[in-house]
């Protein structure tokens, strides 16, 4: 008697995306029998996966579009996709020192008291990590107070950092932390207060390009010894499907699905912010990606 083989799709999600997410891949597995081996983490330890241990996932779904032309474009893609934006917020819950009396104007004095314990993340392992620096330098000018960044920096100490969104978050919600630098939809999924910081400062304006982009910040490249440079700019999260992907067919097919208006409208009611379509750079993106032309 012959056994029927189901299909595999092996997918690396960026760690602020699981939560969201996981009921889509539950219900495309559910529906086409395809078994979904998903690993889930920071950003830029998927790319490292591929870049130094050569194992190629057939689709990628990370919190930066812009680590694809850094690091994988076009040894290990042709083309990647914008799907999503976010903001950096400052989430605290109703257990954090000082949560009656913080508020959007006066954060950045609560967030440096000597008995408030304040988090981020890993800036060389996550871009909600370098993205914080990046927030923190925009702030300083922000309020033209020189010296803010390095001064939010020291409250939040290396003890106080992980390597992803959801872990950090997961040190808020058990109250170790009173405070942490992450996504709003990370916040809004995880049912936390959060501080909604200027459009100044907090990467989500589109129409504020040109201002991020005059910071910038080094991190650790995706090979042993090397750097790379990442200026500000709105957040976007990226996808593609690799070359080499061992599944591409199934890949393909949860593009679609994914893509589907009812899968986004899902997507945005879990607090992911989706765009209408993805905007495709490259050559070579499948159609069932039901993509656009970046303009």
């Known amino acids: 008697m012959l056994r029927l083989i189901a299909d595999t799709l092996v997918i690396y999600i960026a760690a602020s995306l699981n939560k969201p997410i996981q009921p889509v891949l539950d219900t495309f597995a559910a529906r086409t029998g395809v078994v979904i081996q998903r690993e889930s983490g920071a950003t830029l330890e998927h790319v490292r996966k591929i870049t130094e241990l050569k194992r190629i996932p057939d689709l990628l779904l990370l ?4 680590v694809f032309p850094h690091f994988l474009v076009p040894q290990y893609a042709s083309w990647y996709a914008e799907f999503a934006r976010n903001r950096m917020v400052v989430a605290y819950t109703a257990k954090s020192k000082y949560a009656n009396k913080i508020n959007a104007d006066n954060w950045n004095t ?7 314990e304040v988090g981020r993340t890993d800036p060389n392992l996550a871009p ?3 993205r914080t620096l990046l ?13 803010l960044s390095k001064a939010l920096l020291n409250r939040a100490p290396e003890r106080n ?3 992803n969104a959801a872990e950090l978050a997961a040190l808020l919600a058990a109250g170790e932390l ?3 630098y992450d996504y709003q939809s990370v916040a809004e999924s995880n049912g936390f207060q959060f501080i909604k910081l200027p459009p100044d400062i907090d990467l989500g304006d589109p129409k504020r390009a040109a201002a991020y982009s005059r910071v910038a910040v080094s991190v650790r490249g995706a090979t042993p010894g090397s750097q790379a440079e990442f200026k500000g700019q709105p957040i976007l999260y990226g996808m593609t499907v690799p070359r080499a992907a061992p599944h591409s067919a199934a890949a393909k097919r949860f593009l679609d699905y994914l893509t589907s208006p ?9 607090h992911v912010d989706m765009l209408d379509h993805p905007l495709v750079e490259g050559s070579g993106a499948p159609a069932e990606l039901h993509g656009t032309a970046r303009p």
């Not at 919190?63 to 812009?66: R, T």
């Open 161 to 163: 950092m992980r390597g």
């Open 128 to 130: 909600v990590g370098y």
């Open 135 to 147: 927030m923190l330098q925009l702030a300083e000018r922000f309020y033209n107070h020189p010296g």
């Open 178 to 180: 009173d405070y942490i």
């Open 110 to 116: 609560i967030l440096q008291l000597g008995d408030v």
């Open 262 to 270: 009812a899968v986004v409208a899902q997507l945005r009611a879990a």
């Open 63 to 66: 919190a930066d579009a812009d």
